[in-house]
């Protein structure tokens, strides 16, 4: 059940930790001063920091719409064997970005009253209007996407019903390193019997990128310790590029996972020199929370609008 605390609980993730190297003020923002802003009597900055957390931009948006439309495909086809069309697909898409264009538009007081429950653009929260190259280059990955999604290995692989086991659906999951919490977020899991692996699947709508170790590793990490495997050549890590329409597996070594055990043991221990009581987690003040030397990282950032940087 949901407990309201004066301070969040302490927990570790990729995305925080990206967030403290990019910004510490960003990162106060983000996870001390926006805890409790969804209450009509919290502080002002509170509420402006929970509201402005909430603000999104068009590749989020259309990243997450796809993984949650992906999501639902697949459970639904697990569990009914129905597999609705492309054409059904891309207007579910097309009308998740109409709303939060709409939204953004022309819903912003509703938005303010009620972040969680409309969409803001940082787009047009702060330039007034989408640029057009953003618009077409959406466009383009909208028309393609869903169609490689269907041709996809990962996705012929459960049509083809090989002899596999889906691990449990939740995209979000857990595990407690020295008593730290660490957030995963997984797309999605199965177990190929045959082949006698365990595949852990990655939908990507960007384009081709240097992969972060870090993440492929933290999944893997996760797996061998929730399912108890033994052996990391056991444990594939799949790549699945929307935009081209082609897929890249990735396999660990032992020396991968040591070097993210010590990554994260630094990263945890500089949040935690970051608090006044780390019982509590209850950070410095703001102003101990440095803002970047680097003024073009203000361009994308949410909190623009509370900070004197920008
Ligand atoms: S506007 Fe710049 S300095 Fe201020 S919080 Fe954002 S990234 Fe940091």
Redesign the pocket.
């Known amino acids: 059940m949901f407990k309201e605390t004066i301070y969040p609980e302490f927990s570790w993730s990729l995305s925080r930790h990206k967030t403290f190297l990019?910004?510490q003020?960003?990162y106060a923002?983000d996870y001390y001063i926006g805890h409790n802003g969804w209450k009509n009597d919290a502080p002002t900055i509170s509420r402006d920091a929970y509201r402005l957390k909430k603000i999104t931009n068009l590749e989020m948006l259309f990243g997450n719409a796809v993984h949650d439309i992906i999501f639902n495909v697949i459970k639904q086809y697990l569990s009914t064997n129905h597999i609705p069309s492309e054409s059904e697909l891309i207007l579910r898409l097309r009308n998740i970005l109409n709303t939060a264009f709409q939204d953004s538009m022309h819903r912003k007081s509703l938005w303010i009253a009620r972040p969680k429950y409309y969409t803001m653009l940082h787009e047009i929260y702060y330039n007034g209007s989408l640029p057009v190259e953003k618009v077409n280059d959406i466009q383009e990955r909208l028309d393609v996407c869903i169609k490689h999604f269907f041709n996809s290995k990962t996705f012929t692989d459960i049509i083809n019903k090989r002899q596999m086991r889906f691990v449990e659906a939740e995209r979000f999951r857990y595990m407690k390193m020295n008593d730290v919490k660490i957030t995963i977020v997984m797309d999605f899991v199965y177990r190929d019997i045959q082949e006698g692996k365990w595949i852990i699947v990655d939908w990507k709508t960007g384009k081709e990128s240097f992969e972060d170790r870090h993440q492929l590793a933290l999944y893997a990490m996760y797996l061998q310790r929730a399912f108890n495997v033994k052996d990391l050549d056991e444990i594939e890590i799949r790549n699945e590029y929307l935009l081209s329409g082609t897929h890249k597996s990735y396999k660990l070594n032992p020396v991968d996972l040591d070097k993210l055990e010590e990554m994260f043991g630094l990263s945890i221990q500089t949040m935690l020199n970051y608090l006044e009581d780390p019982e509590q987690n209850k950070p410095f003040s703001l102003e101990y929370f440095p803002?970047?030397e680097y003024e073009k990282?203000?361009e994308r950032?949410n909190?623009?609008e509370l900070?004197e940087?920008?």
Do not use: G
């Open positions: 990019d910004c003020r960003k923002y803002k970047t990282k203000c950032c909190f623009k900070c940087m920008y």
